[in-house]
């Protein structure tokens, strides 16, 4: 009779009477019988025949799903009737769902096969329901759903076989600790699926589900990675496929999306780090610094190969203007990850002890200064050239913090490169700054060559800087009527600056000799004299013709200490430096009156 009366309904929903489509008659008549009839057929199979409540769950899964079909057939037959009143499918449709959901309680704990059975019949009604709604519930309740079947077949599977595999599964991976880590890659191929039918959701015009789709396939596969965290090798595999199969996904469904760019770029940094890992588990600390500066080069030279300069400014509405094409996106994560690998890296070698690890960090800022050279209008985005410039000059700040106390040697390397590239960078900023940051690596260059390959003492260090202090302002006073904002006047104020910063410290130390020599500590030095005597011969100099009240400060301070200097030398009486101040205060009264006849003008 229930085979009888199936068939019928059957062929009712194949070819619908009239009657049928107007007022859906015959099919709301034939579910209560349909009803009565597996009522009938389950009580007798528990109460007569003797049949296990758990073996009867493929029955109420098919009777579930037998009902939903029919309720399926009466929302169409209701739909083409002019009395929507006669429309009873939501209420049949709930009992068919909770039917199915009953069915697979019934067995899922002692038959995973029939369990699976009922999971394809739900799977089956929520995709017809996912097809007529396309809600987000119906899409996530089917994902559930193929999980769990996923999850049953592995239950099913005979127990024999089952530990077979996953032991040999585990021998090859290592992971005899955590056999489950296995599923991060056994379960992958369901992720794919997920993604395949969000594609074909997006191609139906649902583009806001299948998005959904997309964020409910990321978390799995994030859960996935997590499951093979602490394996290498599965960690390593899991994050290979995730990359091909996020570069496969943005480039087809989201080629210009920020997210899934820039989540794909780090998953293949991730991906590579892991493989390292694998293949060299003790490797020291210094050695990932080194990859991952490797890495921060190939990041910014891809940018510099994707750099297109316009050759013809008349074609660009800005002259000498760059170009990254349609994937600028791509080079901007580039760029973005470079930096953040820059950081890290220097964090990392910032961490080790002093030594000459600490150098190859100066890649960084190098490659910065070449970029600056390269985008010669703006880089990726909004980066213009001058933000590549002044990151160099930050990065090659930070160096030098990070070398101070390593071997001359290698400090003197790096303050050789780092004035080679802030003249480049110079050339690009036109900045005070960085003439002046330029100048002043130099001077240290110059500095810590003379300590590496010299032994002096702190007079002969006295004459070391007021000679170069002398230099500097020699150079100043020669580039100082260039034009503004030319590098040669640039750099005229940068070495202006630090002759009067190295005249202040010379003085500072040389008073401190001074005072030790008129207190019989220390003996006069002529090399103390004869930096003395340079440093005023530099202050002339600075005068240009022109002295300030600095200058004459300078040029008092320095005569006070040269008089000191000089009396202890034939052991003067301390009455003797009275008599000479007076001295000094009568000449440059007089040269003051002398000035004043000859210029017309007075002293400040």
């Given at each position: 009779a229930i085979r009888q009366n199936i068939q019928q309904n059957i062929r009712q929903n194949k070819n619908p009477s009239p009657k049928h489509l107007q007022g859906g008659e015959g099919l709301s008549s034939s579910i209560p019988l349909t009803l009565y009839a597996l009522l009938i057929l389950l009580g007798r199979a528990l109460w007569f025949a003797n049949v296990a409540a758990a073996q009867m769950g493929?029955?109420?899964?098919?009777?579930?799903?037998?009902?939903?079909h029919l309720a399926r057939t009466e929302r169409i037959a209701s739909l083409g009737s002019s009395d929507r009143s006669n429309a009873v499918h939501p209420f049949w449709n709930a009992t068919g769902f909770c039917l199915l959901v009953f069915g697979w309680l019934m067995c899922v704990p002692q038959y995973p096969l029939?369990?699976?059975?009922?999971?394809?019949?739900?799977?089956?009604?929520?995709?017809?329901?996912?097809?007529?709604?396309?809600?987000?519930?119906?899409?996530?309740?089917?994902?559930?759903?193929?999980?769990?079947?996923?999850?049953?077949?592995?239950?099913?599977?005979?127990?024999?076989?089952?530990?077979?595999?996953?032991?040999?599964?585990?021998?090859?991976?290592?992971?005899?600790?955590?056999?489950?880590?296995?599923?991060?890659?056994t379960w992958f191929p369901y992720l794919l699926l997920m993604l395949i039918v969000n594609t074909w959701i997006d191609r139906q015009q649902q583009p806001k589900l299948a998005r959904f789709g997309d964020k409910l396939a990321l978390g799995f596969g994030v859960f996935l990675a997590a499951l093979g965290t602490f394996n290498p090798t599965l960690r390593s595999l899991n994050l290979l496929a995730s990359t091909a199969t996020l570069a496969v996904v943005t480039h087809r469904r989201y080629p210009t999306s920020i997210f899934a760019i820039y989540l794909t770029h780090v998953t293949g940094l991730l991906t590579i780090a892991s493989i390292v890992d694998w293949a060299f588990p003790l490797l020291p600390v210094r050695y990932w610094a080194a990859i991952g500066l490797a890495v921060m080069v190939v990041e910014w030279l891809?940018?510099?190969?994707?750099?297109?300069?316009?050759?013809?400014?008349?074609?660009?509405?800005?002259?000498?203007?760059?170009?990254?094409?349609?994937?600028?996106?791509?080079?901007?994560?580039?760029?973005?990850?470079?930096?953040?690998?820059?950081?890290?890296?220097?964090?990392?070698?910032g961490n080790l002890p002093p030594g000459p690890d600490g150098l190859m960090w100066i890649v960084t800022p190098v490659m910065l200064t070449v970029m600056a050279g390269v985008l010669r209008d703006r880089g990726p985005?909004?980066?213009?050239?001058?933000?590549?410039?002044?990151?160099?000059?930050?990065?090659?700040?930070?160096?030098?913090?990070?070398?101070?106390?390593?071997?001359?040697?290698?400090?003197?390397?790096?303050?050789?490169?780092?004035?080679?590239?802030?003249?480049?960078?110079?050339?690009?900023?036109?900045?005070?700054?960085?003439?002046?940051?330029t100048v002043g690596f130099g001077l240290g260059a110059i500095n810590v060559a003379i300590f590496d390959r010299f032994s002096l003492s702190p007079s002969d260090?006295?004459?070391?800087?007021?000679?170069?202090?002398?230099?500097?302002?020699?150079?100043?006073?020669?580039?100082?009527?260039?034009?503004?904002?030319?590098?040669?006047?640039?750099?005229?104020?940068?070495?202006?600056?630090?002759?009067?910063?190295?005249?202040?410290?010379?003085?500072?130390?040389?008073?401190?000799?001074?005072?030790?020599?008129?207190?019989?500590?220390?003996?006069?030095?002529?090399?103390?004299?004869?930096?003395?005597?340079?440093?005023?011969?530099?202050?002339?100099?600075?005068?240009?013709?022109?002295?300030?009240?600095?200058?004459?400060?300078?040029?008092?301070?320095?005569?006070?200490?040269?008089?000191?200097?000089?009396?202890?030398?034939?052991?003067?009486?301390?009455?003797?430096?009275?008599?000479?101040?007076?001295?000094?205060?009568?000449?440059?009264q007089l040269l003051g009156d002398w000035w004043l006849r000859r210029t017309a003008r007075p002293l400040p």
């Open positions: 493929l029955a109420w899964g098919i009777c579930g799903w037998l009902f939903v029939q369990a699976i059975a009922v999971s394809v019949l739900l799977a089956e009604c929520l995709f017809d329901r996912l097809r007529r709604n396309w809600q987000s519930r119906d899409l996530t309740l089917l994902y559930a759903v193929g999980w769990q079947i996923i999850f049953l077949i592995g239950v099913a599977i005979p127990d024999g076989f089952r530990d077979r595999a996953v032991t040999v599964g585990t021998e090859l991976v290592q992971a005899q600790q955590a056999p489950g880590s296995l599923l991060s890659l891809l940018v510099l190969w994707a750099y297109k300069p316009n050759a013809s400014p008349e074609k660009s509405p800005s002259p000498r203007r760059g170009e990254f094409g349609e994937r600028s996106i791509i080079w901007r994560s580039c760029w973005d990850l470079g930096l953040l690998l820059a950081g890290l890296t220097y964090f990392v070698l985005f909004s980066y213009p050239r001058q933000t590549c410039a002044w990151l160099s000059l930050l990065g090659l700040l930070c160096v030098q913090k990070m070398l101070i106390f390593s071997a001359p040697a290698v400090w003197l390397l790096s303050l050789g490169i780092a004035t080679v590239a802030m003249v480049v960078n110079t050339r690009y900023l036109r900045h005070p700054i960085s003439a002046a940051v260090w006295f004459a070391v800087w007021a000679s170069l202090g002398l230099l500097l302002w020699l150079f100043a006073a020669r580039f100082r009527q260039r034009p503004p904002s030319t590098l040669p006047r640039l750099y005229a104020q940068a070495a202006a600056g630090w002759a009067n910063a190295l005249c202040v410290w010379n003085l500072g130390w040389l008073t401190w000799h001074s005072i030790a020599v008129f207190d019989r500590v220390q003996s006069p030095s002529v090399v103390a004299v004869v930096a003395i005597g340079l440093t005023i011969v530099g202050l002339g100099v600075r005068s240009g013709g022109y002295p300030d009240n600095w200058t004459l400060y300078g040029l008092g301070w320095a005569l006070e200490l040269l008089a000191i200097e000089g009396l202890r030398f034939f052991s003067v009486a301390p009455i003797g430096l009275i008599l000479v101040n007076l001295a000094l205060g009568l000449v440059l």
